[in-house]
């Protein structure tokens, strides 16, 4: 395995914390309204993203294949959409380590099944037991960082 790959992976993870809090803020300063928050950043992306297309070449040949794809290809859009709403309206109420721990683990657990089954046109990689310990390891590692301190704190008094 290429390990840029890996520090991309990284990254990218480091990018949806800033990005999260990035639109929290964006919505704090819209008078509290995270669907425009959500609608003006997803703005801002599809914009630079179509500038990179651009610049890249290959966009027209790419739009034209577009309808040939089956309609439920063309949903990640819509769920990446509903994703960051529901970061800008859950960060404030549940706190950003809360909401990213738990969208961590839902992602996790998503990939397993996709990855074993092949689902949706992935390369099968099927789950190993010492995964599912791994999974079992975060997860604890997840309940330990959402309930560690209220827990540990009743058994101090």
Known sequence: ???IYYVL????GLGITLQTTLNSQLAKGLGEDPVTAALFSFTAGAFGLGI???LRGGLLISLAAIPSQPVWSLTGGLIGACALL???VLAP???FSALLGLA???QLL???VIDHFGLLGAVRRPVSLLK???MLVMLAGLAIMLFGDRLFARFLQ
Do not use: K, R
């Not at 992976?9 to 990218?12: G, I, Q, S, W």
């Open 1 to 3: 395995m290429n390990a």
């Open 9 to 12: 992976a990284f990254v990218a």
């Open 52 to 54: 990179y297309a651009l």
């Open 86 to 88: 529901s970061y800008v």
């Open 93 to 95: 109420n549940i706190g």
């Open 104 to 106: 961590i683990v839902g």
């Open 110 to 112: 998503s990939s397993q």
């Open 132 to 134: 599912l310990g791994g």
